[in-house]
């Protein structure tokens, strides 16, 4: 049997809450979600889980929530945002977990959209920033808030979370909750996901209980995680990422969550779960790689030459998979010893001395980070999907990768390419389609079911696929020359000073190209290099700062054809946020805001 055919066979039939019953009964005393760390981390066994999950479907019901209605979620993330979210599923309706970076015209939009009968609020903030859309939402019938201090006087549609669920603790599940389990369908909607709206408009991008299930499942065929594995959240639950790592695969095999609330934290949090499995966009990894390397050279010099030797051995032998190339078994238990002896204490100071799996996707990750993670035992691989193909559609695994590659498609996956260049993907990933103002679903695959992603990309003789860039995003110079900007951008990320870089050069003579300072990095660069500046506007004037630019722009351009090479560049102060506008929610570049926003820094590029 195929991995293809394991995979199929082993979501059939299978729906979330069927799942959650299984392991309330199977695993009842296993731990299933943990919020925070240390003294005050609060757990719930999957059996409590899922008698929450029933006290609060049963309540979300008497409020009015129907079986194909939309209910929106505005919470951190919080074990009452797992609990109201699979109540939902349970009732048949769909959650929609909203960005917490929404503008108020993204706001609007969404609730409109969404024609969501049922909010979800968590405190005074998000109050604030949803009550100038609540008249506008013909459809909604309540609205329930976590922090009950939070709710303005005197409005009928308000609702405390604890009013909601009632003060009887929670025990039988009852008939009609097991009715509802048993009345899910493979095929039913399981939930909506916004797009972040790069272009336009976001998309209600609607996704199936086998979407997510295929997805969560085909990961453990591909790459295996021990028992009952551990996980971090720490991403929004409104990124596909999350939600498919965070709620849905950990139903799927019996994991155990814990909440990372504050991204600050994330750091304590991994070193307190030491999680089996881990996923970061690039920025994550890139950032874990500087506090790594901070470390690597603080060790005192007896020390630092035994680490140098082991890190040589594991970044030839990465370098060897990559290529495809058989791994000498001499050279394969030399990496063995050493990285058990050696290596792994280096990682468990990151937490991470456990970790079985650790992906990268959502953007190009510099290949500097990726070898520089590897040496010390820390092999990250690439994963390339969509909201719409419920995350990863392709996968990097030990035995097949490639770097700058994104790997194969998983198993029950294809992936072909137009002659555009563009991918095209089909299987039990791809989603039913978007949902519509007035509530239906439209698909958008063709008649042969595959769907057009909008990326550019190729497969090589492995089966290998590497990303070259988003369709639309492609630079035409005014010579005609096509030119992939994500993979220079990726070049350009390489020096820890530089948090984002934009490449600028459609329609224009050359290309350039804009550096954003890290916020957390670059004052740490300045120290160790003696300035006597942390400020991040002095620091992008700074001639020092500008110097090792100037070094790691011309290293990026050795790199590049001459057409490609980034001919001047400018540095900016930042930070550039979803908050500030040059990012979506996702951490990807918003193009046309930072074209017109910086148009002056560019044109003085041109002049």
């Not at 201090?149 to 039988?172: K, N, Q, T």
């Not at 994550?284 to 680490?307: F, M």
Request: proline content about 7%.
């Amino acid at each position: 049997m195929t991995a293809a055919q394991r995979a199929l066979q082993a979501t059939t039939g299978k729906t979330i809450p069927g799942l959650l019953r299984r392991n309330a009964r199977q695993f009842p005393d296993h731990p299933a979600l943990t919020s925070g760390i240390g003294p005050d981390a609060r757990t719930l066994t999957w059996a409590e889980l899922r008698a929450e999950v029933a006290v609060l479907t049963g309540a979300l019901a008497a409020l009015g929530l129907r079986r194909g209605d939309r209910m929106l979620i505005a919470m951190a993330k919080r074990p009452e945002h797992w609990i109201v979210d699979l109540a939902a599923t349970h009732i048949g309706a769909l959650p929609c977990t909203t960005y917490d970076t929404l503008s108020p015209e993204q706001i609007g939009f969404v609730a409109r959209h969404s024609a969501a009968t049922v909010l979800v609020l968590e405190g005074q903030e998000q109050v604030e920033h949803w009550s100038a859309v609540l008249d506008e939402l013909p459809h909604l019938r309540a609205v329930v808030v976590v922090d009950a201090a939070a709710i303005p006087p005197a409005d009928p549609r308000f609702v405390s979370y604890a009013d909601l669920r009632g003060e009887a603790p929670p025990h039988d599940t009852g008939a009609r909750f097991e009715e509802l389990t048993d009345a899910t369908t493979p095929d039913q909607p399981l939930t909506v996901v916004y797009t972040s709206g790069t272009t336009g408009d976001p998309k209600g991008v609607v996704l199936s209980h086998r979407n997510a299930i295929h997805e969560s499942l085909m990961q453990d065929h591909l790459v295996a995680v021990p028992a009952h594995p551990r996980s971090v959240a720490y991403l929004p639950l409104a990124h596909i990422a999350e939600r498919v790592l965070g709620i849905y695969m950990p139903i799927c095999n019996a994991g155990h969550v814990t909440i990372c609330p504050d991204p600050a934290q994330l750091l304590p949090t991994l070193t307190a779960v030491r999680p089996n499995g881990f996923f970061g966009v690039p920025r994550i990894w890139e950032k874990l790689a500087d506090g790594l390397r901070a470390k690597l050279e603080a060790l005192p010099e007896e020390r630092a030459a035994v680490l140098a030797h082991a890190r040589e051995i594991a970044l030839q032998v990465f370098r060897l998979r990559s290529a495809g190339e058989e791994v000498p078994a001499e050279l394969a238990a030399q990496h063995a010893r050493l990285d058990d002896q050696v290596l792994r204490p280096v990682r468990a100071d990151i937490g991470f001395d456990d970790c079985h799996r650790a992906f990268s996707g959502a953007a190009p990750i510099p290949v500097e980070v990726l070898e520089f993670l590897a040496s010390a035992g820390l092999p990250v691989y690439e994963v390339w999907g969509l909201s719409e193909t419920t995350g990863a559609a392709t996968v990097s695994t030990p035995e097949v990768f490639a770097l700058g590659a994104v790997g194969r498609p998983g198993p029950g996956v294809e992936v072909a390419t137009a002659p555009d260049g563009e991918l095209f993907v089909r299987g039990a990933v791809v989603f039913p389609g978007y949902l519509q103002a007035d509530g239906r679903i439209a698909g958008a695959t063709d008649a042969d079911g595959w769907l057009p992603t909008g990326d550019v990309g190729t497969v090589d003789d492995r089966g290998i696929v590497t990303i070259t860039d988003r369709k639309k995003e492609i630079i035409i110079t005014a010579g005609g020359k096509n030119i992939a900007p994500t993979r220079l951008e990726s070049l350009l990320r390489a020096h820890p000073l530089v948090a984002q870089a934009v490449a600028i050069g459609d329609e224009r003579r050359y290309v350039t190209a804009l550096l954003v300072l890290d916020e957390e990095s670059a004052p740490a660069w300045a120290r160790a290099n003696g300035i006597g500046t942390t400020d991040l506007d002095e620091l992008s004037r700074h001639a020092d700062v500008l110097a090792a630019l100037d070094i790691s722009v011309a290293r990026a351009n050795s790199a590049l054809s001459r057409v490609e090479q980034v001919k001047k560049f400018r540095v900016l102060a930042g930070p550039w946020t979803a908050s500030s506008g040059e990012l979506t929610p996702k951490l990807s570049l918003r193009r046309k805001v930072i074209e017109q926003r910086y148009a002056h820094v560019i044109e003085s590029m041109y002049e």
